[in-house]
Nanobody
Framework: VQLQASGGGLVQAGDSLRLSCAAS????????AGWFSQAPGKEREFVAA????????YYADSVKGRFTISRDKSRNTVDLQMSSLDAEDTAVYHC????????????????WGRGTLVTVSS
């Protein structure tokens, strides 16, 4: 399984940005797709996750109300709509697939994309 993230870029504080992640194969309904961020010098952090089958979503407290995760089952893509961005959101954003385990734990994800850089200028 290959995951390709796209949509990153340089934006100003307060702007919105939409990231997209495409999977090379059909994603099983029992899977969870997640987004993680990794800022320079910091560990990878959970951002959001979505259950592929039911569409149930989970968010880190820091992004609740600002970010929205969604998936398109027909296209095998998972998107992250980010709004009200601020400088603390600057990071490389990775998409990943989880088959079993805790959705907030990066160690439990099986497949990872290379990431896309989001830079927010203040």
């Amino acid at each position: 399984v290959q995951l390709q993230a796209s949509g990153g870029g340089l934006v100003q504080a307060g702007d919105s940005l939409r990231l997209s992640c495409a999977a090379s194969v059909r994603i099983y309904s029992s899977s969870i797709a997640g987004w993680f961020s990794q800022a320079p010098g910091k560990e990878r952090e959970f951002v959001a996750a979505i259950r592929w089958g039911t569409g149930g979503t989970y968010y880190a407290d820091s992004v609740k109300g600002r970010f929205t995760i969604s998936r398109d089952k027909s296209r095998n893509t998972v998107d992250l709509q980010m709004s009200s961005l601020d400088a603390e959101d600057t990071a490389v954003y990775h998409c990943a697939l989880l088959y079993s385990g805790n959705f907030y734990s990066s160690a439990d994800y099986t497949y990872w994309g290379r990431g896309t850089l989001v830079t927010v200028s203040s």
